[in-house]
């Protein structure tokens, strides 16, 4: 029995058709081959002399070049329409799979192959920056990638990040709201790196449902986040989304909002420069002297798996006299110690992923270059 799923997919349920469907996929890919061959052998006698030496394009006459291309036309023609053909996937090259159709690439894939990369897809355009492609190989696999994404879901992504974005931006850098505390459309925009129709697309609807408040000036578009509505809105997206290990408010700063982005991100660098600061500022409010607070910062940087040298020298000057007669509590060092292991361990395993990820692509990228000098 056949049925559709998604519009794109052939798959076969019966045991008995599925058996003959992969054996007349055989006798194709078999037949594909032989016909292969047979030109790679009439190429071998055109690009020979009698004495068995080889002979070069050069070297050939003007028939025989002619002759000659002709055949490797035929060779590639052969190897498009075996590659591209529903008889074997173009990731695995196995023919013995139910097959999905990706339109954009006149490619079919197995179904296990393109579920792996509609998740990882999903995975990699998940963030609220979304990950940005670095140079012609990732601009390439990013548009790749897309592809296996439906429009609805990858529409429905997009929104959703911008307005993660939007409200959690608004939150920690222009609230509460006063006559210069607005943001503007282009600042947005520049700090989320996404189209302008899908941020408008958003504001109106945040507008829409009392989050925000916009005000349409001759130069740009001013937009302020509302009270209580607007702020325990985005106070309840930054607590979902942020990582499990941390129990202190941010970001802070527009690096923190980097970080943040980060975060969910597995193209930046997962470093949290904040936790140095927030140690630095709690050993500042005690006696301790600058060398000791370097030392324990230090050593912080090797419990967290991260050796890059701060030189900032602001995070080791000493308290002010009103903060010197503070001590911070034993059990907060203790909770803190724990809450960066946690953190480490997260990062750890996060890590692991991505690179059990990029490994899988490598393997793919390898294996579609092997069939491609195939022959």
């Given at each position: 029995m056949n049925c559709m799923r998604d519009r794109r997919a052939i798959i076969i349920k019966n045991p008995r058709l599925r058996k003959v469907r992969n054996e007349l996929r055989k006798l194709f890919l078999k037949a594909v081959s032989r016909e292969w061959n047979k030109l790679f052998d009439e190429k071998e006698k055109i690009s020979k002399y009698k004495d068995g030496t080889?002979?070069?394009?050069?070297?050939?006459?003007?028939?025989?070049?002619m002759h000659f291309r002709s055949l490797q036309n035929k060779q590639a023609k052969l190897r498009n329409i075996s590659d591209k053909s529903i008889c074997k996937c173009?990731?695995?090259g196995k023919a013995d799979r139910d097959m999905t159709y990706n339109k954009a690439y006149d490619s079919w894939y197995c179904t296990e192959c393109y579920d792996m990369h509609r998740e990882y897809a999903k995975f990699l355009f998940q963030?609220?920056?979304?990950?940005?492609p670095q140079g012609h190989e990732d601009t390439v696999m990013h548009e790749l990638l897309e592809t296996f994404v439906d429009y609805e879901i990858s529409h429905e992504i997009e929104l959703k990040l911008v307005r993660e974005g939007i409200l959690i931006y608004l939150l920690r850098f222009h609230y509460p709201r006063d006559d210069t505390s607005y943001t503007m459309l282009a600042e947005i925009q520049n700090v989320l790196g996404r189209s302008q129709k899908a941020i408008k697309f958003v504001l109106n609807s945040l507008e829409q449902e009392k989050l925000i408040e916009l005000e349409d000036t001759y130069s740009n578009l001013k937009i302020w986040l509302t009270k209580p509505r607007g702020t325990i809105k985005a106070e309840r997206i930054l607590i979902t989304i942020r990582s499990d290990s941390f129990d202190h408010t941010f970001p802070t700063t527009l690096?923190?909002?980097k970080l943040l982005i980060g975060l969910r991100s597995d193209m930046i660098e997962y470093e949290n420069p904040e936790l140095y600061e927030l140690l630095a500022n709690e050993l500042k409010t005690t006696k301790l002297s600058r060398e000791e607070i370097?030392?324990?910062?230090?050593e912080l940087k090797k419990i967290t798996g991260n050796t890059r040298e701060y030189e900032?020298?602001?995070?080791?000057?000493?308290?002010?006299?009103?903060?010197?007669?503070?001590?911070?509590p034993q059990e907060e060092n203790l909770q803190m110690e724990n809450r960066h292991k946690t953190e480490k361990y997260h990062h750890e395993k996060q890590k692991r992923r991505i690179e059990e990820l990029k490994m899988q692509k490598i393997e793919e990228m390898k294996k579609k270059k092997s069939r491609k000098n195939w022959g």
């Amino acid at each position: 029995m056949n049925c559709m799923r998604d519009r794109r997919a052939i798959i076969i349920k019966n045991p008995r058709l599925r058996k003959v469907r992969n054996e007349l996929r055989k006798l194709f890919l078999k037949a594909v081959s032989r016909e292969w061959n047979k030109l790679f052998d009439e190429k071998e006698k055109i690009s020979k002399y009698k004495d068995g030496t080889v002979k070069s394009v050069k070297n050939m006459s003007a028939s025989e070049e002619m002759h000659f291309r002709s055949l490797q036309n035929k060779q590639a023609k052969l190897r498009n329409i075996s590659d591209k053909s529903i008889c074997k996937c173009t990731t695995c090259g196995k023919a013995d799979r139910d097959m999905t159709y990706n339109k954009a690439y006149d490619s079919w894939y197995c179904t296990e192959c393109y579920d792996m990369h509609r998740e990882y897809a999903k995975f990699l355009f998940q963030t609220i920056g979304k990950t940005k492609p670095q140079g012609h190989e990732d601009t390439v696999m990013h548009e790749l990638l897309e592809t296996f994404v439906d429009y609805e879901i990858s529409h429905e992504i997009e929104l959703k990040l911008v307005r993660e974005g939007i409200l959690i931006y608004l939150l920690r850098f222009h609230y509460p709201r006063d006559d210069t505390s607005y943001t503007m459309l282009a600042e947005i925009q520049n700090v989320l790196g996404r189209s302008q129709k899908a941020i408008k697309f958003v504001l109106n609807s945040l507008e829409q449902e009392k989050l925000i408040e916009l005000e349409d000036t001759y130069s740009n578009l001013k937009i302020w986040l509302t009270k209580p509505r607007g702020t325990i809105k985005a106070e309840r997206i930054l607590i979902t989304i942020r990582s499990d290990s941390f129990d202190h408010t941010f970001p802070t700063t527009l690096e923190d909002f980097k970080l943040l982005i980060g975060l969910r991100s597995d193209m930046i660098e997962y470093e949290n420069p904040e936790l140095y600061e927030l140690l630095a500022n709690e050993l500042k409010t005690t006696k301790l002297s600058r060398e000791e607070i370097k030392h324990k910062i230090e050593e912080l940087k090797k419990i967290t798996g991260n050796t890059r040298e701060y030189e900032d020298s602001h995070l080791y000057e000493r308290p002010t006299s009103d903060l010197k007669s503070k001590k911070v509590p034993q059990e907060e060092n203790l909770q803190m110690e724990n809450r960066h292991k946690t953190e480490k361990y997260h990062h750890e395993k996060q890590k692991r992923r991505i690179e059990e990820l990029k490994m899988q692509k490598i393997e793919e990228m390898k294996k579609k270059k092997s069939r491609k000098n195939w022959g």
